[in-house]
């Protein structure tokens, strides 16, 4: 890979713990190709360049329907799935749909900052809630609920991460995931589950997702393919209650538009369809809990005893705690002074400024064989950082 193939502020000689994209040497693979083929040499390759059905490619539905019910052990049909140019989307056109400007939206508290910022570019407020090692704090978040109730502040949404969260690899417990189904119950709250990382499994299944144990009617469920197959894809999906689908067929950008990603849908569809993302899910799993377990190594070689940090059981995140008082905004531009590329964790809270002693390492993107190095070169910036400052 040369430079101009990677991300911006990434050269060959960084060693990225920063993005939270996947490992640029899995995209593209020759299963993936021949899907591409196949769909351009059949008799559906005009269909599949012109502009789409609202719904989405029928066939990439099919396919998600059946295992979305298979794995989730649901009954939906067709009803219930609408496609979208990836999560990001999907979050975008919840927002403008579901929202007003003024009306409150909960979130986890870190959350994933570009999901914060689609849903403040539709100018309701978000609240955030703390999270604990299994998941959102439904005690907090009660209290919250019962506050904005009596200011009278209407609460339309939940947004929240259930597996392998970003920034923290949290996994929402199953007993949490009930505590916050009742109060959003309770507070009239639909749920939006993103769950882009639920494929990235390393040890074991993953609790019963939101939309098993709430139904459609409650939740919206954001599934991706940029983690497992492709970003540039741009193809994700909401699972959710057909009126709810409907109403996301009939807004203006998908009429207009035609659906979304109508070809790379299509693409995404073949390439399924014949097993290929299957037997990719198991390589990347190897792949990246492989790294999971290097940097989990790697910390508790080099990190000084005042660090603390999250145990993933899948998906691509570390998150670590800093001593009281240490800026992961300057441990950030060091590290990278000497090299190695990190996130600073301020950025993930409604509140940065409260939320100073935060990293959050990525194992996705670095080659196995530099994690070792990249966390020793960290934990010399941090404890040079403590000598300093003691
Ligand atoms: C929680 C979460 N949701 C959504 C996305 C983006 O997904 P997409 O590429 O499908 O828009 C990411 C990517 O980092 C993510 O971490």
Not at 54 to 80: C, F, K, P, T, W
Not at 205 to 218: F, I, K, M, R
Not at 282 to 295: F, K, P, S
């Amino acid at each position: 890979m040369n430079n101009s193939t990677l991300p911006q502020g990434v050269t060959t000689e960084t060693i990225s713990l920063r993005l939270g994209h996947p490992d640029p040497a899995t995209l593209g693979t020759p299963d993936f190709q021949e899907a591409v083929q196949r769909v351009m040499a059949s008799p559906q390759a005009a269909h599949a360049l012109a502009y789409g059905n609202e719904q989405g490619s029928m066939d990439l539905i099919a396919y998600l329907v059946e295992r979305i019910n298979r794995e989730q052990h649901l009954a939906l049909g067709m009803e219930n799935v609408v496609i979208t140019a990836g999560s990001t989307n999907a979050t975008d056109m919840i927002a403008r749909l579901y929202t007003q400007p003024g009306d409150a939206v909960i979130v986890e508290a870190p959350s994933y900052m570009d999901s914060m910022h689609v849903l403040r570019d539709h100018r309701v407020a978000l609240y955030s809630v703390l999270m604990d090692a299994e998941g959102m704090i439904a005690s907090e978040l009660e209290t919250l609920l019962k506050r904005l109730r009596a200011e009278n502040v209407r609460v339309p949404l939940l947004y929240t991460i259930p597996n392998f969260h970003n920034p923290t690899g949290i996994t929402t417990s199953a007993a949490r995931r009930k505590a916050i189904i009742t109060l959003a119950r309770e507070y009239g709250l639909l749920i939006v589950e993103d769950d882009v990382y639920r494929d990235l499994a390393f040890e074991a299944a993953v609790p019963p997702s939101y939309l098993a144990l709430a139904g459609s009617e409650q939740v919206i469920q954001i599934g991706s393919v940029s983690k497992t197959i492709a970003p540039g894809l741009r193809v994700g999906w909401m699972v959710t209650s057909p009126q709810r689908v409907q109403r996301f067929v009939d807004c203006g950008t998908t009429q207009m538009g035609g659906g979304a990603s109508p070809l790379a849908a299509q693409f995404v569809a073949a390439y399924c369809k014949a097993g290929s993302w299957d037997s990719h899910l198991e390589h990347i799993r190897q792949l990246y809990r492989a790294r999971r377990d290097a940097l989990l190594v790697a910390l508790d070689r080099y990190m000084p005893p005042e660090v603390t940090w999250t145990h993933p059981l899948g998906g691509f995140f570390v998150w670590l705690t800093l001593p009281e008082g240490m800026n992961g905004a300057a441990i950030k531009r060091t590290a990278a002074e000497r090299g190695v590329l990190v996130a600073s964790g301020e950025g993930f809270f409604t509140q940065p400024e409260a939320y100073p002693n935060h990293l959050r390492l990525t194992y996705s993107f670095a080659a196995l064989e530099d994690i070792d190095k990249a966390v020793r070169i960290l934990g010399e910036v941090i404890g040079s950082v403590q000598n300093t400052n003691p």
